[in-house]
């Protein structure tokens, strides 16, 4: 893992921190981040980015290959350090707020070593909960993505699709206030994208207090699953919009809602 | 059992009869030499009073603890070399030339300086067998470690985890199959190196039987403790990879 030396001083983060409004879960102020050995001889990625996330916001972010997506994801989960601007979660510095964050990949990241319901323990167990309570709450969110069945297989044993819902389960075994998403459906087939996409979905909207950054280079998925899109471009913001379709959504209907059709329009030559 | 493994198992024990029956063969017709022409059954026998004067048993002990030590002292520094090199990429560029070297140069040829050094006592002979186990077991455990997914580390740390953390529930468990592959190589050639180093001087051990019968041409007696090597050997083996079997049941089929 590559990391860029800090740039910012305490005192800054802390000024922050005071002045961050409560209701915000993501604040990502004026945020340069330049790969290479001191971070500013190449082109930046990313220059100037700001964006608010609130508390309870889905929030698609989308972008050519390349734009810097993964990028601003990983400033907010603290693994970049911006070498200019500042990225506060819940109101405090990424690497201080990791115990808000849930985290999903395109590769399910299950360790091939630990069957499913070790699979799911894995972040309670990173973050010391007690074995009782850790195979409790792994086995409520195993039954929430109907997998009860399968917690002694191992990884090898379970199909993509069963893989990407314990990849699911493991996140909401940790109760994450901010969900950072990249691009998590993306190895997946048609048929098994669009169930886990629709299991996902009610998880999260069965308390949405939960907040959300889901990367996609699939605008037709940040339409259907998201309340606001963020286009990304030239290593800034370039389009902002709410998506404004009513929940709960079922996703077999979304692509026919009239505000879908729009927002695929207005942004799809920008994203090619 | 499968008609298959049946069928194998009896095209096994045809072929060792047939192995038996050609070696009989060559004692009986003096080939390829008659100092060499030793029945199977003069080997047997040699084996039944050796093992019952105990001397079998002192100096295949005394074989197998000096494997034993090097291959546990060994394989603890080489599974620690090894993990630290693969986490330390700079390091290792400066010192591969160094290891490199050393792992090339035929490690029979320490011996003589190992028991000047060490005196003919098992010290020398863990020392050499080290040589080996110690080289093979750090290029397993390091090639584990770099097998590390680098997505499996970034959701770790996301997720909360700490240093020793990453080490004890990422890194150890990647590496254990190559570190488990080079253990059980590490201790065949801890079996070699130790034979070796007897074979040159020692006061015991079954190399040293095998020096001291072929220089006083009892060939019956060289063939049993050949043959005793070989078994001991296959058992080792065996026992490492029944092991590594249990220890690895979260591989898919293919992979073990
Ligand atoms: N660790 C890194 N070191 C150097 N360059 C990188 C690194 N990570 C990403 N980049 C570069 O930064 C740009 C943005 O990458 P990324 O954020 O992965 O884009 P996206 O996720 O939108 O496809 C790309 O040009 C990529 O080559
Ligand atoms: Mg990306």
Redesign the interface.
Known sequence: ?TMTSPTRSNLEEHAQTLTSDTNDAIRINNVSVAYGSDGRSSRPVLSGVNLTIRKGEFTALVGRSGCGKTTLLNAV???VDPTEGSVTVMGEPPRLA??H?G?M?A?D?L?????ALRNVE??L???GVSKAERRQTALHWLGAVQLLHAQHL?P?QLSQGMRQRVALARTWA?NPDVL?MDEPFAALDMNTRQSVQQKFLELWQSEEHRSVIFVTHDLGEAIALADRIVLIGDGRVLEDVTVGIERPRDLEFVSANRRYQEIYHQLRAQIG | MSRDTLIVRVAQILLGITLLGLWELAAVTKWPDPVLAKSPGQTWSFLVKSASSGQLWSNTRATMTAVLIAWVLAGVAGVVAGVALGLMPRVERVLTPYLDSANAMPRIALAPLFIVALGINTSAKVALASTLVFFIVLSGARAGVRSTDAEWLRLSIVLGARKPQLFVKVLLPVATPAIFASLRLGLIYSLLGVVGSELISARSGLGQLIAYYSSTFRMEAVYGILLLLAVIAVVLNQVMGLLERRLLRWQPPADR
């Open positions: 893992m989960a603290g693994l990791r115990r964050l985290f990949l590769r990241a360790l091939p070593w630990r069957n894995y972040g167990e990173l973050r191992w090898w940790l950072l």
